[in-house]
């Protein structure tokens, strides 16, 4: 059995999960088990993971945190060590898989990687490289601001984006896992990163676990109101699950 597990939450991506399953199965070390979470899909998307041989297990309840920890929770069942996410829009680099071992290996109990901009979408290059340095200024932002410091802290901040991120089994449920909730309600990457925080130092960010993701909300929010949702959800769509 694979120390390592992949769990991809995803809902109504039968027309996009095709390539990241396809980025999984490109991926140089090959020795993971991947899983998709179907949270409530009313299209096709369990018959196009199948399609690829990926294991499909069902979370009724609505939202990324739900699904995100009921992976997570059915990877360990299974004997995995190491548990890693993406998203059903993103793109894993090659050594996604390789590089997170090595940050394990490495003593890591908590991996945060760098989701950049997915280059195969049409998105003019300042856009771009604009969504770049957000992240960045994101990143920093994150180490100071109140709801993010506290005493008990073991560390400082690091965003470890929901796409883009891997933890030990063994901390997982040390910690509780993903809260359960929906994307609306809470993000749910900065509360998992904060029960870390309270219970070791021994997590990073590793600028070269790379992950592509998808800029269909810039598209559909403007640049503008896709920073402030991503910023504690200041703006408020009508719509949240872009396709």
């Not at 219970?199 to 790379?210: E, G, I, K, Q």
Request: charged share 25%.
């Amino acid at each position: 059995m694979s120390a390592l597990w992949v769990v991809v939450p995803a809902y109504n991506e039968e027309t996009g999960i095709g390539a990241t399953l396809r980025a999984l199965e490109s991926q140089q070390d090959s020795d993971f088990v991947a899983v998709v979470v179907d949270n409530g899909s009313t299209d096709r998307t369990a018959e196009v993971v199948r399609s690829h041989g990926v294991q499909v297990v069902r979370e009724a309840q609505k939202g990324t945190g739900a699904a995100s920890d009921t992976g997570m929770r059915y990877a360990i069942a299974a004997g995995a060590r190491w548990l890693a996410r993406t998203d059903a829009d993103c793109l894993p680099a090659p050594g996604w898989t390789r590089r997170i071992k090595a940050a394990f290996r490495d003593g890591l109990r908590l991996v945060a990687g760098n989701l950049l901009p997915r280059k195969d979408e049409d998105m003019p290059l300042r856009t771009r490289l604009t969504l770049v340095g957000a992240v960045e200024v994101a990143r920093a932002f994150g180490k100071i601001r109140p709801g993010n410091r506290d005493p008990r802290y073991r560390g400082p901040y690091v965003m470890a984006p929901g796409g883009n991120m891997a933890i030990t089994a063994e901390l997982y449920q040390a910690i509780g896992g993903f809260p359960r909730t929906t994307i609306e309600e809470l993000h749910e990457d900065r509360a998992l990163v904060n029960a870390v925080r309270l219970h070791t130092n021994a997590y990073a960010l590793r600028r070269d676990v790379v992950v592509y993701s998808s800029s269909r909300r810039v598209k559909a929010w403007g640049l503008r109101n896709t920073l402030a949702w991503y910023a504690d959800h200041r703006y408020r769509p009508d719509f949240v699950d872009i396709r």
